[in-house]
């Protein structure tokens, strides 16, 4: 049996240009298998294929054992531990592959990547074992036999140095080198050819993937925004949780690359949970119809605002329901029609990321202003 342990997946190295993944790994076989070759695929956690893993090459010139045979029934065998051999694998990944992987990874709780190795070994085990033949001196002979003995010649005339005798011995060592004669264990068969194939999961945390692998994978770094959600906020103010879970879609279109869906978000977290409230203003002597920060979400931030402080962060709240209505006069509202989402023109990928940030932060910094002071 082989066992794949201690495997570790890592971001692509610095010198491989095109998308990839480092897999480490140890593989652990007893004294009697030898490893002749590891091959495997990656999978996701839906069972997809999404590469061929391939050994890397180490880029040192130099000769080493991997793995060897060792006959039983020894001293020496029985000293022996299991042999740990360690392997690098590349797996090559395209766009399509580190696209799905997103989408699967967009769909788990907590956004961490799932991945399965398949690992096919095949290897090596072996039926030999020693013959415990031991030498018996001449002068160790009983005197009938010792005279029958000297008159044996070799082939070359030459008188023999010992005796050879077969005795059972768990703890058989020879002191001659080429007194270690091999014999295949109860039977003829002495070298047996196996194929495995065993599978092992592997999970990637979510930080180690956004900071660590995404921006070698995908050639760009996503930015994490924590916006406070869940019970303390959605009783409070139900459009501001709204709007926590339109930045959620809107996160994941960003990785995707679909900017017009990012901007659409974007300007439904403004328009439908932000600036709600609509009124006609008079602008230089003309009406206009203007949007206004929700009045029930300003009424909450101020409620847990320190008295003192109440004036100050009416004008601050002031400040950013101009930014906002900024962010949809000036910006978005090139990209697409305001009332009815309709896209004028593809926003470049810049666009979508200033947008979207933009309004996250603000998201962000009203969610946490909405929560109740802590006693």
């Keep these: 049996m082989v066992e794949v342990d201690n495997i570790r997946i890592l971001p692509p190295p610095d010198e491989w240009l095109e998308p990839c993944l480092l897999i480490e790994c140890e593989v652990k076989t007893p004294p009697k298998q030898c490893i002749i070759e590891i091959k495997g695929v990656l999978l996701t956690e839906d069972g ?40 690098h694998f590349t797996a090559p990944l395209s766009r399509y592959a580190i696209e799905h992987s997103e989408r699967l990874r967009e769909k788990r709780p907590k956004r961490d990547v799932e991945l399965r190795l398949r690992f096919v070994s095949k290897y090596l085990v072996s039926n030999v074992c020693t013959s415990h033949l031991y030498e018996v001196p001449p002068d160790s002979l009983p005197p009938g036999l010792k005279v029958e ?35 295949a264990d109860s039977g003829p068969k002495f070298l047996s050819f196996f194929k495995e194939e065993k599978e092992y999961s592997y999970r990637v945390h979510i930080d180690d993937w956004i900071h660590d692998f995404l921006p070698k994978l995908k050639a760009y770094t996503v930015m994490t925004i924590e916006v406070p959600t869940g019970k303390p906020v959605a009783p409070i103010y139900e459009h501001l949780a709204k709007a926590t879970e339109e930045l959620k879609l809107g996160e994941e279109y960003l990785r995707e690359g679909k900017h017009d869906s990012v901007i659409r978000s974007v300007r439904n977290i403004i328009i439908n949970h932000l600036l709600t409230k609509k009124e006609e203003v008079e602008v230089e002597g003309r009406k206009q119809l203007q949007r206004f920060l929700d009045e029930k979400l300003k009424e909450t931030i101020i409620a847990n605002i320190p008295k003192e402080s109440e004036k100050e962060y009416r004008v601050i709240l002031d400040g950013i329901q101009g930014i906002l209505r900024r962010l949809l006069q000036d910006h978005l509202s090139k990209f697409m029609h305001i009332d009815t989402s309709e896209l004028i023109r593809m ?10 940030l933009a309004v996250a932060n603000i998201v962000k910094y009203l969610s946490k202003l909405s929560l109740p002071p802590q006693k």
């Design 149 to 183: 003995f000297k008159k044996i010649k070799g082939r070359r005339g030459e008188y023999p140095d010992s005796l050879i005798v077969y005795e059972y011995d768990p703890e058989f060592k020879t002191s001659r080198m080429n007194m270690w004669i091999l014999s």
């Design 48 to 87: 997809k294929i999404i590469s061929v893993l391939e050994e890397a090459p180490s880029f040192i010139a130099d000769i080493k054992e991997v793995d060897n045979l060792v006959a039983s029934e020894n001293i020496e065998y029985k000293k022996l531990s299991e042999n740990i051999s360690k392997f």
């Design 347 to 356: 926003p470049l990928k810049e666009d979508a990321e200033y947008l979207f």
